[in-house]
């Protein structure tokens, strides 16, 4: 008594609807492709269109205004980087003008120099 009803599912229904009504599809891509590009963002010369727009930056600044300096000296202990590499380079960083803070640390054939700058130092 029960038997299997073989219903095509949504993905095939909306695929047959896409093939069979090639013109719909069409004006209602043309229809958001124009939408698209009566709502971009940007600042362009588009007359007729009202335009307000928002300030893009591919790079937000959300941190402080830092560098990170890397060295490599491959074979040496944690203690031999520390004592000749990054020791002296910490305190050669804090000489510089505008730093806020230096912080380092020091692993086998490794270290790490990470120098804070003050917000005002470009």
Do not use: H
């Amino acid at each position: 008594m029960n038997e299997l009803i073989d219903r095509p599912s949504l993905l095939d229904r909306t695929i047959r609807f896409c093939l069979e009504n090639t013109l719909v599809v069409g004006l209602l891509i043309l229809f958001f492709f124009g939408w698209g590009l009566y709502v971009m963002p940007f600042e362009w010369d588009s007359r007729g269109f009202p335009t307000n727009p928002v300030p893009v930056d591919a790079i937000p600044d959300i941190g402080e205004n830092q560098q990170i300096v890397f060295t490599r000296w491959p074979g040496r202990s944690p203690q031999d980087v520390e004592d000749q590499v990054t020791y002296p380079m910490t305190v050669s960083m804090l000489g510089v003008p505008g730093v806020k803070e230096v912080r380092s640390f020091s692993m086998f054939g490794f270290s790490s120099v990470n120098v804070i700058f003050k917000e005002e130092v470009d």
